[in-house]
């Protein structure tokens, strides 16, 4: 687990980043549609579908030879039934025999008519209702629709579905914006289905279309290009995809959690998985997907992929404090904090090269008599003379210094002095650690000094010459 203060650090930087990734993270429109497929809602009653199916076909031929007259029969029967609204999903372009009637038929109001993208009022100068059906395919599936689309001159025109949720009394906010089209339950009596030609002839039961929204289109599995990939295994037919987004329309929306809300939900976990630490934060991120379902079941869109790489986000944070702190290890002391002699041997080599232009100095302290404050007093004591010792060198360094701890009672401080002459620099050194004792034990320290010249070849021979200049010093403070 990281230290308090490193906590602190962490957590908040965590949070902030892990706005950042839920700012440039993209919707999480999987996540969505895995939670659609799982929790599929059935669709609005007021929905059914009139099909043509392949018994349709085989009683009226192909539907390029179709009279269009039958169109304007199966309208009526359905305004006799007592149908709310009427569409259909299918594009009449050029003229063809019949088209006197169904235009005098769809004129009298209560009808949607399919158009295209490209011709957002219909091919046809007909007195109707126009519809864009246009299907969003995305990751190799329909998931998700629009209330409306916009025309070269920056035209909103409505879609298809929206205008039929319009006739059904239901009016949303026209917009690009794409919307989850909500999966409808994979038993076949979920969206009531009629065959189109029952319609024709009227063999249909009047109360079941009485009060509903009806779209007409192809559901025939012997006609090419009439089905969509689905968010499920098998293709599914346009209209009954388009019937899908009335639905979605009619019924309660799914809503967006507002960001500020989502944010603050992403950096709560972030800085809980630091706070926390150690494994924590997977439990967080399963905490962030989990979110995800209740919402969702609430019609709330949450983006549970984003709260879920926060937490995770935040155990990075934890990990790759971890690895500093055991790096810093590998070459720090950590009775007196310095760096050890792992940390000496990589500063000297990496500072080796420039000794031409910056000498390197070395001054070796050695705190004589330290054996008796551990052989007196116990390790406790001569641990505490260390710390002292470490605390004085650390304070008295300049920002050309770097001191380590070199041995169980010697010290190392590096260097690249102004001058070539590293005398007043120990004798500096030696006066400030004049006088440390403790207890009746007062300690004699020796400095030995050494700067590199052009003939040293390595930092061994620096250290070498600054360890024979220690021990002269050591053996004068002892005669």
């Given at each position: ?35 659609d ?16 199916d392949d ?8 539907l ?14 359905l ?23 169904l235009?005098?038929?769809v ?20 007195k ?8 969003n ?22 879609s ?8 059904a ?15 409808l339950?994979?038993?076949?009596g ?12 009227g ?23 009439t ?16 019937a ?6 009619l ?6 959690v507002?960001f500020?809300?989502?944010a ?10 630091v ?5 924590w ?27 879920s ?5 935040g155990?990075?944070?934890v ?26 041997t ?8 420039q ?9 070796l ?16 004591a ?9 605390e004085?060198?650390?304070?008295g360094r300049?920002?050309?210094d770097?001191?380590?701890r ?9 260097t ?13 050194l ?9 207890k009746?034990i ?7 000094q050494?700067?590199s ?6 930092p ?16 004068q403070?002892?005669?």
């Amino acid at each position: 687990m990281p230290r308090p203060e490193r906590r602190a650090v962490l957590a908040p930087l965590a949070a902030l980043l892990a706005v950042g990734l839920l700012m440039g993270l993209p919707e999480n429109v999987r996540l969505w549609s895995v939670l659609d497929r799982t929790f599929t809602r059935p669709p609005d009653p007021r929905v059914v579908v009139v099909g043509i199916d392949d018994a349709s076909l085989r009683d009226y031929g192909r539907l390029s030879d179709w009279n269009r007259d039958l169109y304007a029969r199966a309208l009526g029967t359905l305004r006799q039934a007592g149908a709310k609204a009427v569409g259909f999903d299918i594009l009449f372009g050029a003229p063809e025999a019949g088209d006197a009637s169904l235009s005098a038929a769809v004129g009298q109001g209560g009808v949607v008519l399919a158009s295209s993208p490209q011709l957002p009022q219909g091919a046809r100068a007909w007195k109707a209702l126009y519809g864009v059906a246009s299907l969003n395919i995305e990751g190799g599936a329909v998931s998700r629709f629009q209330t409306a689309y916009q025309s070269t001159d920056g035209q909103l025109w409505p879609s298809f579905s929206a205008q039929l949720a319009r006739l059904a009394g239901t009016s949303r906010t026209l917009d690009t914006s794409k919307q989850l089209l909500r999966s409808l339950p994979a038993n076949p009596g979920a969206l009531p289905v009629y065959s189109f030609r029952d319609v024709v002839n009227g063999n249909v039961a009047f109360s079941e279309l009485q009060g509903k929204v009806v779209l007409i289109g192809l559901t025939a599995s012997s006609v090419p290009g009439t089905t969509f990939p689905d968010s499920r295994l098998d293709p599914v037919p346009g209209v009954i995809l388009q019937a899908g987004a009335v639905s979605s329309l009619l019924g309660e929306p799914l809503r967006s959690v507002p960001f500020w809300l989502s944010a603050l939900i992403c950096a709560v976990l972030a800085a809980s998985a630091v706070w926390l630490g150690d494994i924590w934060g997977f439990g967080l991120a399963l905490v962030g997907v989990g979110l995800s379902v209740p919402l969702f079941l609430a019609n709330w869109l949450f983006p549970g992929t984003a709260a879920s790489l926060s937490a995770i986000l935040g155990t990075a944070f934890v990990a790759g404090g971890r690895f500093w702190t055991l790096r810093r290890f590998k070459t720090l002391d950590p009775l007196t904090g310095l760096g050890n002699r792992l940390a000496f041997t990589r500063a000297a080599e990496n500072r080796w090269n420039q000794r031409a232009a910056r000498p390197l100095g070395l001054l070796l302290i050695d705190l004589g008599g330290f054996r008796r404050v551990n052989e007196m007093y116990g390790r406790a004591a001569g641990d505490e003379v260390l710390r002292r010792v470490a605390e004085v060198l650390r304070q008295g360094r300049t920002r050309r210094d770097v001191v380590f701890r070199w041995g169980a009672s010697e010290f190392a401080v590096l260097t690249e002095p102004a001058s070539l002459d590293l005398t007043p620099l120990a004798r500096q050194l030696q006066s400030a650690l004049a006088g440390t004792s403790y207890k009746d034990i007062a300690l004699r320290i020796s400095v030995g000094q050494a700067i590199s010249t052009p003939q040293m070849s390595q930092p061994s021979e620096l250290i070498e010459q600054a360890s024979q200049n220690r021990y002269r010093m050591k053996y004068q403070l002892e005669e």
